[in-house]
């Protein structure tokens, strides 16, 4: 076993719980922001780049994938995009004795918390083998190592390149290129562990992995239906658009096993009465569901639609749209009409009259969205269950059409741009066949390793090398043991960020920072100011520019760290001109405009206020370019988590003060908690019968089928009003909970939404 020290927590010594709140946003969402905004930056900062933020000439909030109406306020921000900007801008750097004070163990024993606080990165760092601690080290020394180390691999696939979704497209496409001109399609992201099981059910189903809704869609909708989401506090500008659309008459529905502040009551503090009034009431419905019971739920939402269908032939299906555009309507009807309510009740714990009432709205309704997040997407059946959601809005062609389509909510800002721009394992041949084209080079064609084979192969020793562009990997991903463990192994882990994180403490024989600019700062290069572009969860894609001078004049953007990077370790095996890419990311899109379809004139559309909308053939034309060349109803097997007696199902949360593996601070104000983290929300009635109490504590072992004994100790149990046999902890705390091994069919994504777990009780921290 490994004898590193394990992860540390902050003291919970003055953890206070109160009643949950029903409402988000209004005026504690401005007086919790701005002064933390004009503590941490000043105020001069804090007002250049807050109203700089999502305006059509200022930068991208580098938060959520959530998209700018097109119409901008003069603040077009939210709580939780101020806290992100903050802790970006924040002028503190780490000071350069930093380096001798803290060897690598000690910040291993670190909270992520404080590793957070200490600023900003300033300088390329280095941690030879065998030594304690990382020092300064120059840029082209650092490019140096990174080149000796990889070219001394045996294969390219001895290396693993980790995305995280803050990266903007031009960096993210110079990132692919290299790597894939090394030789490896090894391109891991954050997405494998987030929205990699929408990507595929949609892909296969419908042709496009994308959300197949605009912005102005909500407005236009009958019904929204929102799914294993948070919006609160993950998406809280989607609060406006929700509100707008029942305004407009929408009714909304909430599926979620936790009562979220958002999603019963909004109030828009960017309305005077939303600042004080009582708010606008969101959830026409909600279904407090059991964790993974959607797939359940709407299988019995089918089901009622096919059985209104029987009662009134021809009057309830849209025969025309389903004739011209799907197939496999009959093998679907037939699956489903053996469906069994008894198992329908049992998995999602709701009653008959609920999901009535639900499948009655979606009948009145003539244009619905689905919306959906991490609470679909990191459970075992998470493929088959956003195929359900497909199967249900064809039934009645919802999609194609305005106010109507399933529409994922992307959870990092840039996470489905670098997508698009190829950081993917396993990119399509006409992709690759593209870049060929382009560059005059043949890419590997035999797929690469997602995070979490990733994470296998090092702990096999099968990869020696990991270079990562942003996040946080060993903390982000599942079983954190086995995930540090891994890291260790290597032989060198090489970080591109802007703070400390856990990744930087537990890392291979060599190790390596480079500090990069964030979206915040003015990006000079040689060819003069440039700016970079993102792509947001509905596909919008528009330019991004920093307005604060960077943090110092070491650090280099992203685009020149990969490029630098990419000329040192290829030499003049590929014939790219990475220095031309760096003076001017004008040449970098006009190779995505050759590349990659939707970019053409990119350079152009690109400067355009208003930025530019990709085609999505489902959406715009009701095309489907699956393997059919029709939308797919499929048919999903049901299957139901077995929960022995005396266990319970547990996922793994944000509170509304962090952001991902980054904790802003320890609060959750919504869901009542105030510093602390070390929390188990619980069902009274389930701590009842367990001979548990509120307020007491609990070690959490989670039950696995490989002998492993996975524990999370001394969390401090909260009465909750969740559903019934179902806990919640924080992530990524929890993530010691969850197998390495269990991961959603298909997508490989980890399974952090039900964990079977066990809680015996303990002596309070202290
Ligand atoms: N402030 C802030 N914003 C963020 C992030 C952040 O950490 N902080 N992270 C960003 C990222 S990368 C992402 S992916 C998104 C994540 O956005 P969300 O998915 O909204 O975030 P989670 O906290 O994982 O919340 C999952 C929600 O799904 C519910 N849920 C869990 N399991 C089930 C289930 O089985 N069925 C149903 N119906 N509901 C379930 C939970 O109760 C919870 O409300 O947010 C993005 N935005
Ligand atoms: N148990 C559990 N595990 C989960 C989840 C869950 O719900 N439950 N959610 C999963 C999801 S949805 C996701 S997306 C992943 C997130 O996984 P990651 O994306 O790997 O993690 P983050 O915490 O977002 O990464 C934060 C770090 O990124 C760096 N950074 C910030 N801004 C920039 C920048 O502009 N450039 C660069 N180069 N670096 C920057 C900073 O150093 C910061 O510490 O975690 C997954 N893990
Ligand atoms: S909704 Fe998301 S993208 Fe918009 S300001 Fe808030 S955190 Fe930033
Ligand atoms: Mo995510």
């Known amino acids: 076993m490994d004898k590193k020290p394990s992860v540390v927590h902050d003291s919970d010594a003055d953890l206070t719980v109160g009643p949950p709140k029903r409402s988000a946003a209004g005026l504690p969402s401005l007086v919790d922001s701005l002064p933390r905004a004009v503590s941490q930056m000043g105020p001069s900062r804090t007002w250049k780049s807050l109203l700089a933020m999502n305006q059509k000439d200022g930068f991208d909030c580098m938060s959520c ?323 359900e959601i497909v199967n249900l809005l064809l039934l009645r062609g919802n999609i194609g059409k305005p106010g109507a389509g399933p529409s994922p909510i992307r959870g990092h800002s840039n996470v489905q741009g670098d997508r698009t721009m190829g950081i993917w394992e396993k990119m399509p041949e006409p992709f690759l066949d593209a870049l060929q084209r382009e560059f005059g080079f043949d890419p590997p064609r035999h797929p690469g390793v997602d995070s979490v084979d990733s994470i296998r192969g090092m702990r096999d020793g099968r ?81 991004s520019a920093g307005r604060l001078e960077p943090i110092s004049d070491k650090v280099l953007s992203e685009v020149a760290i990969v490029c630098r990077m990419a000329a040192t370790v290829l030499g003049d095996k590929v014939p790219v001109d990475w220095r031309s890419f760096e003076a001017n990311y004008d040449s970098v899109r006009e190779h995505i405009s050759h590349a990659v379809p939707g970019f053409e004139d990119f350079n152009k559309k690109a400067r355009s206020r208003d930025g530019f909308v990709l085609p999505h053939g489902p959406r715009d034309e009701r095309k489907f370019p699956t393997a059919t060349g029709k939308a797919m109803f499929t048919v999903n097997d049901l299957e139901t988590i077995h929960v022995p007696e005396g266990r319970l199902l547990l996922q793994t949360v944000r509170s509304h003060d962090q952001f991902n593996t980054t904790t802003y601070s320890m609060n959750d104000r919504y869901r009542g908690v105030k510093k602390g983290r070390m929390v188990l929300f619980a069902h009274s009635d389930d701590l009842a019968d367990l001979g548990l109490a509120d307020g007491g504590y609990v070690d959490v072992h989670s039950e696995a089928d490989d002998g492993v004994d996975r524990v999370l100790r001394q969390l401090r149990l909260i009465a909750y009003p969740t559903a019934r046999g179902c806990v919640t902890a924080y992530y990524p705390e929890a993530n010691v909970l969850v197998p390495l091994d269990s991961t959603a069919e298909g997508s490989n994504t980890p399974v952090s939404k039900s964990v079977v777990v066990r809680l015996e009780p303990a002596a309070p921290p202290g």
């Not at 918390?113 to 080290?137: D, M, N, T």
């Not at 030789?183 to 496009?208: F, I, Q, R, W």
């Not at 982000?476 to 802007?498: C, F, P, W, Y």
């Open 65 to 387: 994938a959530w998209p700018d109406p097109p119409e901008r306020k003069l603040a077009e921000f939210c709580e939780n995009g101020a806290k992100a900007v903050g802790w970006e801008a924040d002028p503190l750097k780490v000071p350069s004795g930093f380096w001798d004070e803290n060897d690598v163990e000690s910040l291993a024993q670190r909270s992520e918390y404080w590793l957070g606080q200490q600023g900003r990165l300033v300088e390329p760092v280095y941690k030879p083998a065998g030594s304690s601690h990382y020092r300064s080290i120059s840029w082209d020394n650092a490019f140096r190592i990174v080149a000796r180390e990889l070219n001394a691999l045996e294969s390219p696939d001895e290396a693993t390149f980790y995305t995280s979704g803050r990266t903007s497209n031009e960096a993210a496409f110079v990132y692919q290129l290299f790597v894939r001109a090394f030789g490896t399609n090894n391109l891991p992201d954050c997405s494998n562990m987030c929205h990699e099981s929408t990507g595929l059910a949609l892909g296969e189903t419908l042709g496009v992995g994308k959300s197949a809704v605009s912005y102005t869609d909500f407005a236009k909708a009958d019904l929204i239906i929102i799914m294993g989401q948070n919006p609160g506090t993950c998406h809280p500008r989607m609060l406006t658009a929700l509100e707008e659309a029942k305004l407009a008459g929408a009714s909304i529905v909430a599926v979620n096993p936790l009562p979220e502040a958002g999603l019963i009551n909004f109030k828009n503090p960017q309305r005077p009465r939303g600042l004080v009034g009582k708010g606008t009431d969101l959830a026409d419905q909600f279904l407090q569901i059991r964790l993974a019971g959607d797939m359940a739920l709407l299988q019995a939402v089918s089901k009622r639609v096919l059985d209104a269908e029987k009662a009134a032939p021809g009057a309830v299906l849209d025969h025309a749209f389903i004739e011209e555009h799907c197939q496999g309507l009959q093998e679907f009807q037939a699956h489903i009409d053996e469906l069994d309510e008894k198992d329908v009740l049992a998995a999602t714990g709701l009653r008959t009259e609920e999901i009535d009432e639900l499948a009655s709205r979606y009948l009145r309704a003539e244009k619905v969205i689905i919306t959906w997040a991490m609470g679909l997407t990191q459970h075992k059946k998470a493929v088959s269950t956003i195929k």
């Open 463 to 543: 990869i020696k090398v990991l270079v990562a562009l942003g996040g946080n990997l060993v903390h982000a991903m599942s079983d954190t043991t086995a995930a540090e463990a891994a890291v260790r192994k290597t032989r060198l882990s090489v970080q591109i960020s802007t703070k400390l994180n856990r990744s930087h403490a537990v890392v291979g024989e060599q190790a390596m920072i480079l500090p990069t600019m964030g979206r915040t700062e003015i990006d000079r290069q040689a060819g003069g100011e440039q700016f970079v572009t993102v792509e947001d969860t509905v596909c919008a894609v528009h330019r």
